[in-house]
């Protein structure tokens, strides 16, 4: 065993940290077998919704003229407002900068175009593959929509995908408009009837098995508005108690809940356009209670759910908490919350996903979170130090490796019956 003083434990605890490899749990990022679905690169990194949304708040631009530029002309708009006739200092911005020097580029001649031209030397594969061994992200877990036919083509051409990402059933249209999607689902052969009777149950679990059988995912995931109840006299409801949660019970996926969204605000500014409310854990409760053979991944997008969150998982094992999720996904949040779960929860969370849609993303959204996940870490290890218990090297490794990632490879493996 490997003692570690109180004075060796800073820079030992960030070392073990940044030298841990991640498994990104929720990501929109895809191979380049999807084609255009991949995103990399200055120009995507710029013209991230995060950053739409900034820019307006200073453009002279209407968002419907800003719409019409092409994404080159964007992404030099935000830079010329963002970050030249203002100083980058938000999260999303910071991010941007993080990025570039991360990949090595020098950061004063604030040139988009020398910053182009290094992207546009690198092929896909060695974009990615620079980037994974930079961020050292292991896996990629990607969110997959069923329900786009770009990404349904991909899945139905058979591609082999390669080994570092893995599928995610993402079921937003099924769940939170089945009054259209029943038709898409007609129009794909499955027999759902107008009402919801016993064949249109069989037929919505048919379709779920048939994508579980092409896709082979690690979960099936939900994003789901403030207002979400369950359970309720809806199609939502309906659709989670009679096909869903039996087909993950019986195929043992996790159901993952990204709860805590209203949609659109502002519609003009497409996914920019979405706000935050809070939500009634009471759904969660009776999910937790009534389907103890269901295993959940939760994540909440209102800072005021997170202490409800973390209380409850300390009162079901079949849940499991996960990422400080899009506007949470700042400094001051992501410590906060990682503290209050880790002195409810102890290492048993998943702190951080960064949700990355572009991916240099990566290089900011970890480095950003080790740095606070570290600074937590200090601050815990030390107090328990200071009660004479003695710090291994070996025992803080494991912990840290359950957080950036056996908590997540465990859940998905984790046997309730
Ligand atoms: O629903 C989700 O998975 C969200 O993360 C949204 O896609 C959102 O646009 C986002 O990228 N947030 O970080
Ligand atoms: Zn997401």
């Not at 499955?190 to 037929?203: D, G, H, L, T």
């Amino acid at each position: 065993m490997n003692n570690l003083t109180r004075e060796s434990l800073p820079e030992a605890i960030r070392q073990i940290v940044h030298q841990q490899p991640i498994t990104d749990m929720h990501t929109h990022l895809y191979p380049p077998e999807f084609g255009g679905l991949m995103l990399r690169g200055i120009d995507e990194l710029l013209t991230y919704h995060y950053l739409v949304a900034e820019v307006m708040r200073w453009s002279d631009m209407s968002i419907e003229q800003f719409w019409m530029l092409n994404k080159q002309e964007q992404a030099e708009h935000i830079w010329q407002k963002l970050f030249l006739e203002h100083s980058p200092v938000s999260e999303a911005c910071r991010g941007v900068l993080t990025s570039i020097q991360a990949m090595g580029m020098d950061m004063k001649s604030r040139d988009l175009n020398q910053y182009r031209q290094f992207c546009a030397a690198l092929s896909a594969e060695e974009h990615i593959n620079l980037l994974l061994q930079r961020s050292n992200v292991e896996h990629v877990v990607m969110t997959n929509d069923v329900f786009s036919t770009e990404e349904r083509n991909v899945w139905l051409s058979g591609k082999s995908i390669d080994s570092r990402f893995h599928a995610v059933l993402r079921l937003d249209p099924l769940l939170n408009d089945y009054s259209r999607t029943k038709s898409l689902l007609q129009g794909w052969g499955y027999q759902v009837e107008e009402e919801w009777s016993e064949i249109s149950q069989a037929e919505v679990r048919r379709f779920l098995l048939d994508w579980i059988d092409r896709m082979n995912p690690l979960y099936v995931a939900v994003s789901l508005p403030s207002t979400f109840v369950f359970p309720d006299d809806s199609d939502r409801s309906r659709l989670i108690a009679d096909c869903l949660l039996p087909v993950c019970r019986e195929r043992d996926l996790p159901f993952a809940l990204m709860i805590g969204v209203k949609n659109k605000v502002h519609p003009a500014l497409g996914d920019a356009g979405y706000y935050v409310g809070k939500a009634e854990t009471g759904a969660l409760e009776h999910l937790l209670m009534r389907y103890p053979y269901n295993k959940f991944f939760v994540t909440m997008l209102s800072r005021e759910n997170q202490h409800e969150l973390t209380v409850l998982a300390r009162k079901f094992r079949n849940l499991m908490v996960f990422g400080c999720w899009w506007f949470l996904n700042n400094p001051v949040l992501i410590g906060e919350m990682t503290r209050m779960r880790l002195e409810l929860l102890g290492t048993s969370v998943i702190p951080q996903h960064s949700d990355a849609r572009v991916f240099d993303q990566l290089l900011y959204k970890w480095s950003h979170s080790k740095q606070i996940i570290s600074d937590v870490l200090i601050e815990k290890y030390s107090d328990i130090a200071d009660t004479g218990w003695q710090l291994e090297r070996e025992e803080i490794e494991r912990d840290v490796a359950d957080l950036l990632h056996n908590n997540f490879w465990n859940f998905l493996s984790k046997k309730l019956r």
